[in-house]
């Protein structure tokens, strides 16, 4: 079993940076792939990005390509999510989830895939 606990969301103006970590429990964070996704009201839980074990292997959503970095510290049991260029459509819930993975190079992309999820960390973006 492993505890997410996302932090570093809060309130920025469009255009402005934000780095949400997630740090993980347990001595096992290598063995899951981890991915970020967000949520707005009535909307489906959607992918961000997300990165594979070792985080050799990384994906992002097409809306977050060339703004978000998805990287990972293992050693330190966290996963972080940098988000540049904010925009208002940025304005979400975000989530960090933890899915076992076959392999090294395995990432994940679907929420239905995923075991473990945080609380969610407040992102809003105003203009």
């Known amino acids: 079993q492993v505890q997410l606990v996302e932090s570093g969301g809060g309130l920025v103006q469009a255009g402005e940076s934000l780095r949400l970590s997630c740090a993980a429990s347990?001595?096992?964070?290598?063995?899951?792939?981890m991915g970020w996704f967000r949520q707005t009201p009535g909307k489906e839980r959607e992918s961000v990005a997300a990165i594979s074990r070792f985080g050799g292997v990384t994906y992002y959503a097409d809306s977050e390509k060339g703004r978000f970095t998805i990287f990972r510290d293992n050693p330190k049991n966290t996963v972080y999510l940098q988000m540049n260029s904010l925009k208002t459509e940025d304005t979400a819930v975000y989530y960090c989830?933890?899915?076992?993975?076959?392999?090294?190079?395995?990432?994940?992309?679907?929420?239905?895939?995923?075991?473990?999820w945080g609380q969610g960390t407040q992102v809003t973006v105003s203009s």
């Open positions: 989830a933890a899915g076992t993975a076959g392999t090294n190079g395995e990432i994940i992309t679907g929420a239905e895939e995923y075991e473990h």
């Open positions: 347990g001595r096992t964070f290598g063995r899951y792939a």
